[in-house]
């Protein structure tokens, strides 16, 4: 079977820094992603892992240790507008995209 | 960058009609393209894989004969909602790729489908 776990929601505030854990059992592995999903809009690229490590992109990184099937999420300086939907999807063996279910992140004031 | 045109955004059809979305690559060649569906606070769950000039391949559970995928082109993939039903609302995205990159997959903006 396939199963991506990740935290349900998070709350974090403005200028802070979070962390979202996102563990995964998958059929084969080809990468992971990160997604940004607003309210009612699609998917927004944020990253894409295929090797181990941490990567870097501006106020964004993601982690990843394939041994573990552990990723994560890092953001650092957080803003109001980063009050979305994160989803850890999986780039199984057959080339599809698998999501998990994502963590909703609040930001407060 | 990559760009995918998914058309309409929203739609609202009465409970036994058919819709279709389309969803088009810009300026790339997708080769293969990918169609899910998001129900309200849920992830996307991938329905379908098409491949241009062949038949989908849908993902369990997924009526075939219900969800009409059609491939015709490098550049557009259709999606025919046939007899939809007020369960069949929904948030559909389609996906293309066609790029060497592993990580070369753009999104449409989407299609909120409301049925009544």
């Known amino acids: 079977g396939q199963n991506i776990d990740q935290p349900t929601e998070m709350t974090a505030t403005e200028g802070a820094i979070v962390q979202i854990n996102c563990t995964y059992q998958t059929s084969g592995f080809n990468g992971l992603f990160w997604y940004q999903q607003h309210a009612g809009e699609a998917p927004t690229f944020l990253s894409y892992n295929v090797l181990d490590g941490l990567e870097e992109k501006g106020r964004f990184s993601s982690f990843l240790s394939r041994s573990k099937g552990y990723s994560y999420l890092l953001l650092k300086e957080l803003q109001m507008k980063d009050s979305a939907s994160y989803l850890c999807a999986v780039l199984n063996r057959d080339d599809k995209i698998i999501f998990g279910k994502g963590t909703r992140l609040h930001i407060l004031p | 960058g990559a760009v995918v045109s998914q058309h309409p955004s929203w739609v609202i059809c009465k409970s036994g009609t058919s819709v279709k979305i389309e969803c088009r690559s810009l300026d790339f060649q997708a080769t293969t393209m990918f169609w899910y569906r998001q129900f309200p606070k849920q992830s996307l769950m991938l329905m379908a894989t098409?491949?241009?000039?062949?038949?989908?391949?849908?993902e369990q559970g997924v009526e075939k004969d219900k969800f009409l995928i059609n491939h015709a082109s490098l550049t557009l993939s259709t999606l025919t909602v046939t007899s939809a039903h007020p369960e069949d609302s929904s948030f559909y995205i389609c996906?293309?790729?066609?790029?060497?990159?592993?990580?070369?997959?753009?999104f449409g903006s989407g299609t909120r489908l409301t049925v009544v």
């Open positions: 098409s491949n241009e000039g062949s038949k989908a391949t849908y």
């Open positions: 996906s293309a790729t066609g790029r060497q990159e592993r990580w070369g997959y753009t």
